[in-house]
């Protein structure tokens, strides 16, 4: 058995089997989800971060690149009880370090006790505690990972369906999801996906019914561009945003965010509607959150520990929500949110001055 050392950031070093060499760094977090391993290791939001399964076996059905979320895997390395063949291969022909053969149950108690934190993994023949160790010494915090988004977005402006008959939507990628594009092209809308550092004069150039703010990884206030595109816009353009999305919106309408201390990941996190009561399961990657919604009204709580979920303007057109209700793995409960953003363009708005 080749071996492979995780180093923490609270001291210790755990002992591990490599399933695929190499050696990374990043945050330590964990996904409770039991499904969906695929989407969650090419899920752009994962970008910089070691990912942790607590469910003990990942890879029972393969590996199928028709639910890949991006075009490659984003977690810097891979940790789970037990990995399959398959996924081990994948991890190893995508570069990505991955381990298993060690008590996840302890790695995911630490983590939520102690918060996520820094790691270094080395795995693979020559890998030794000091490997790891140095690998721990030269990780960064997420938030000094300042221009992240430069890693997960598209470098050059592209429109998606652009005979669509709906609404024309301009996604600003900061690392959005496919199933998000998927989900606005499958209701007919044209969708102008612009760089993350996009500009208020590239957004009025593709004149859209909606500006749309996607999910992506880090700190959403290294994301300035973003915050300046909703701060000129708003009141002039509807505004809808998903995850990062959300925090980024708040963010730049006078509100604020934090880092949480261990985030919400799975796909099993039980978000209640204030106003009808109803109570949705959703999937969630996410590791800062709204402390202060500024102008915004909360209109979605998560249950388990009352941090907003969804977010609403009906005088400045901003919808917006911390979950994934595009539903990639599952479950389905809150796609009719494409269809209230899309909804969002038959309202009566200006026209975006130049």
Known sequence: ????????????????????PGRSRGELVFTTAYTGYEESLTDPSYEEQVLT?????????GVRSERFESERVHPRAVVARELTDDVAEWLTEEGVPAVD???????????????????????????????????????????????????????????????????????????AKGSILDSLVDRD?????????????????????????????????????????????????PLAGICLGQQVVAGALGGDTEKMAFGHRGVNQPVRDLRSGRVVMTTQNHGYTVSDPGPLDVTQVNVNDDTPEGLE???????TRQYHPEANPGPHDSLDFFDDVLALADEEEPALAD
């Open 1 to 20: 058995m080749t071996t492979a050392y995780i180093a923490l950031e609270d001291g210790r070093v755990v002992e591990a089997r490599s399933r695929a």
């Open 53 to 61: 399964f607590s469910y003990p076996l990942i890879g029972n059905y």
């Open 101 to 175: 053969h060690l008590d996840t149950r302890d790695l995911v108690t630490g983590i939520r006790d102690q918060g996520a934190m820094r790691c270094g993994v080395a795995a693979g023949p020559d890998a030794t505690p000091e490997a790891a160790r140095e690998e721990l010494s030269e990780c960064k915090g997420m938030s000094e990972h300042t221009d992240i988004g430069a890693q997960v977005s598209v470098g050059e402006p592209q429109t998606v369906n652009a005979d669509g008959d709906g609404p024309r939507v301009c996604l600003i990628d900061c690392g």
């Open 189 to 237: 809308a044209v969708v102008d996906v612009l760089p993350y550092d996009a500009t208020p004069t590239d957004v009025r150039d593709v004149d859209p019914d909606v500006l749309f703010i996607s999910n992506g990884p880090g700190d959403p206030e290294n994301f300035t561009a973003a915050q300046t595109l909703v701060d000129e816009l708003a009141g002039d353009l």
């Open 313 to 319: 303007s009906d005088e400045l057109g901003v919808l």
